[in-house]
């Protein structure tokens, strides 16, 4: 039986790669900075909190990530954590580094320090390309980064990468396109969106304000993604792929998607803030998952609107629920 260690246990990959692991048998352990505090509501959700084992663990603190991997000796290690927001990357900076390059540099370091033949994997970013104009982002797409939240995931692919080649550790990069599912948190966009539509066909009166909704991204369905993370660790050998749909929309699309789903016009009831716009943002963001395909298999079955309306679906459940428990 495999151990699997995953750091970031309590997101929304984190979560959905639990219940991947379990359902092919792994022991799997996640981390978080605390957790005896940590509620763990999306492995709740999941219906697994009680399968995976909890640990506390400071991905800054060297000394922290050497016990953690000597208590488990995980066969593989799934670096998941760290800040993951863009937006609030501009105002938390230096945690938005530390928490992502260093947490990153520590693993490495720990399994290098260890020697254990330990499988790595390191949660890339799409947002490490920058804007990239009308063509599709692959692997070998030079990196230009945008906000600090992009500058500390380029700098954990490089380490990633020194140590695959200087060190030969089985260390690689998932480079993943927005992807999307119920577990994601409010501050999230697409969750904005999601929750605030079934809110108003509930019959709220609220107005849903946004930023730039010309961007374009490539959205896909998040536990179609941890499947990709875990396939990277069955190879032979270690290497990068970006994970994608290959399909970039614009948010004013997903926007009129998620409205049109329960009847309703978007425009009546969204507003544009120029308060919420980002000091840089990127206009079109989409990802050549060739790679993937041809070397893994994997291949989004999931796009933009298939993203949207599974979301609005588990969404207006929860909606239904909350206003059943309210009216009695």
């Known amino acids: 039986m495999k151990k699997a260690l995953i750091c970031g246990v309590s997101g929304q990959d984190g979560a959905y790669l639990s219940q991947l692991l379990l359902n092919r048998g792994y022991t799997v352990c996640g981390t978080s900075r605390d957790a005896q505090m940590s509620s763990f509501q999306n492995l709740i959700r999941l219906g697994i909190r009680e399968q995976v084992k909890l640990e506390s663990v400071s991905l800054t603190d060297f000394r922290s990530v050497l016990q953690i991997l000597n208590k488990t000796e995980p066969d593989e290690v799934y670096n998941l954590a760290g800040q993951s927001s863009v937006s609030l990357s501009f105002e938390q900076?230096?945690?938005?580094?530390?928490?992502?390059?260093?947490g990153t540099l520590n693993l490495l370091e720990a399994i290098r320090f260890t020697g254990a033949k330990i499988k790595f994997?390191?949660?890339?970013?799409?947002?490490?390309?920058?804007?990239?104009?009308?063509?599709?982002?692959?692997?070998?797409?030079?990196?230009?980064?945008?906000?600090?939240?992009a500058v500390a995931k380029s700098a954990a692919f490089w380490q990633v990468a020194n140590y695959r080649e200087a060190?030969?550790?089985?260390?690689?990069?998932?480079?993943?396109f927005n992807h999307e599912s119920p577990l994601r948190p409010q501050r999230f966009v697409t969750q904005k969106i999601i929750a605030a539509a079934c809110r108003i066909a509930q019959g709220s009166k609220e107005k849903l304000y946004l930023?730039?909704?010309?961007i374009k991204r490539d959205w896909g369905w998040a536990p179609e993604y941890v499947e990709a993370m875990y396939l990277m660790l069955q190879q032979e050998e270690?290497?990068?792929?970006?994970?994608?749909?290959?399909?970039?929309?614009?948010?004013?699309?997903?926007?009129?998607?998620?409205?049109?789903?329960?009847?309703?016009d978007w425009h009546d009831h969204v507003v544009t803030d120029a308060s919420l716009l980002r000091p840089t943002d990127l206009t079109v963001s989409w990802g050549n998952p060739a790679k993937a395909k041809e070397k893994l298999g994997w291949q989004a079955e999931y796009k933009m609107q298939d993203v949207v309306h599974m979301m609005m679906a588990s969404r207006m459940k929860v909606e239904s629920r909350m206003m059943a428990d309210t009216d009695w």
């Open 93 to 102: 900076p230096v945690e938005t580094l530390e928490s992502i390059s260093i």
């Open 121 to 149: 994997y390191n949660a890339g970013s799409s947002e490490c390309f920058g804007d990239i104009g009308e063509a599709a982002a692959e692997e070998t797409t030079p990196f230009r980064p945008r906000s600090p939240y």
């Open 211 to 214: 930023g730039n909704i010309d």
């Open 167 to 176: 060190y030969g550790l089985f260390a690689c990069s998932g480079i993943l």
């Open 238 to 264: 270690a290497d990068d792929f970006a994970i994608a749909t290959g399909e970039t929309n614009k948010l004013e699309d997903f926007v009129a998607e998620a409205f049109a789903s329960i009847g309703l």
